[in-house]
Structures are given as C-alpha cells and as structure tokens.
C-alpha cells in the first residue's frame, strides 16, 4: 500500500511539474517595433531587462534612415 501510495505520489509531482514549464516558457515575449506604422525587422530581436525595453540601434536607425558606420579603430 504505501509502495502505491509512494508511485501515485511521484506521478503526481511530475505531472505538476510538467504544466509549470509553460508558464515560463511566456517569459520570453515577441516585442513588436514600428516606426511609421511599419514594422523593423531586426537580426537580435529587443528584450525587456529591468523595466526597460532594449533594441538593437543599427537596425532602428537605418529604419530612420540614418547612415550608421563602424570604425573598429576608435
């Protein structure tokens, strides 16, 4: 008896265990940017770090039409 109570137990917990995955999985959200009503498509998408929302800057600013350059020497 307690061998089954033990086994029903553990099925239990992992089952529990299984629909908590989910939940986190939602912790990774699409963030949806536009400028001008259309959407940037960016090669890292943004993400939220402590309240505040990071973008990639190359990828806006050429949305904005903005020469962006890089000197590796400075």
């Known amino acids: 008896m307690k061998r089954l109570l033990f086994i029903t137990l553990i ?3 992992m089952l529990a265990s299984g629909f908590a995955l ?7 959200q699409e963030i949806p940017f536009l400028i001008d009503g259309l959407p940037v498509i960016f090669d890292v998408q943004p993400v939220i770090q402590n309240g505040r929302t990071l973008v990639p800057f190359r990828a806006t600013a050429e949305a904005l039409s903005v020469k962006v350059t890089w000197d590796s020497s400075t």
């Open 22 to 28: 989910p939940a986190f999985a939602q912790e990774q």
């Open 11 to 13: 099925s239990v917990v």
